[in-house]
């Protein structure tokens, strides 16, 4: 090996070559220009995990839950209740993602479980349970649509209907938009999907044609039997 490809292997070995120097001038210039609390380097760039500044209020109070400090709260009005995280009780559940789910810049943590799971919100000191999955007639999943992230509930699954709920939700847990897709066809012989069901967008009667395009763009890139496990779907 030559003196060349030694201290290359060497700065390689670093992670530090003219490539890693100019990757970190670059993370800084992100982190100022976007002003964002904290950059991810290995999300960025591909190299080693790079916190550079604290985590933000919402990170910590996520963070919390999972430890079991502080329980995540359910705030609608009908069904007030505390849940606190604790991993044998809840064996059921686990960890998933966080992700922006209401546009506000933050991370929302999904967790997983029954019927889709539960997604949180952490805003003004606590944690809240912004939607979950209600059974096999709501299961919940989130999707990319239009510009915006929309929680969805769907019922699939059963005879004689493909329904999907769709919510948009500002930072502070209010309801920004919400409508419902779906087809329906109970009364027909045999449950049989076909042009002549109720297809619905909005609350205004639709086309097959029509619904099938529509539920097609908006869930461009689900997988559905990832969704709905073994369950055969109807479409
Ligand atoms: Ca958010
Ligand atoms: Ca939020």
Not at 58 to 73: C, N, R, T
Not at 108 to 135: C, F, H, M, S, T
Not at 184 to 202: A, G, H, I, V
Request: net charge negative.
């Amino acid at each position: 090996m030559d003196t060349d490809r030694k201290k290359d292997c060497f700065l390689e070995e670093k992670g530090m070559g003219n490539e890693g120097f100019i990757k970190i001038a670059l993370l800084i210039w992100l982190h100022f220009l976007t002003g964002y609390e904290s950059v991810n380097a290995k999300a960025i760039l591909g190299i080693p995990a790079m916190e550079f500044t604290a985590k933000s209020e919402s990170e910590k109070l996520l963070d919390a839950f999972l430890s079991g400090e502080i329980p995540a709260v359910h705030d609608d009005a009908v069904n007030v209740y505390e849940w606190l995280w604790n991993e044998e009780v809840d064996s059921v559940y686990s960890v998933g993602e966080r992700v922006d789910l209401d546009g506000d810049g933050e991370n929302e943590q999904v967790i997983n479980g029954p019927y889709g799971g539960r997604y949180l919100d952490a805003r003004n000191g606590k944690v809240y349970v912004l939607a979950e999955g209600e059974g096999t007639a709501g299961v919940l999943f989130y999707t990319n649509y239009d510009n915006a992230v929309w929680i969805v509930h769907s019922d699939t699954t059963h005879m004689g209907r493909q329904m999907y709920w769709f919510t948009r939700y500002d930072g502070d847990g209010n309801i920004v938009d919400r409508f419902q897709l779906s087809a329906e066809y109970w009364d027909s012989p045999d449950s049989q999907y076909d042009e002549n069901s109720d297809f619905t967008y909005r609350d205004e009667k639709i086309s097959m044609e029509e619904y099938e395009a529509l539920r097609d763009e908006i869930l461009s890139g689900k997988n559905m039997t990832e969704l709905y496990g073994e369950v055969e779907c109807t479409w």
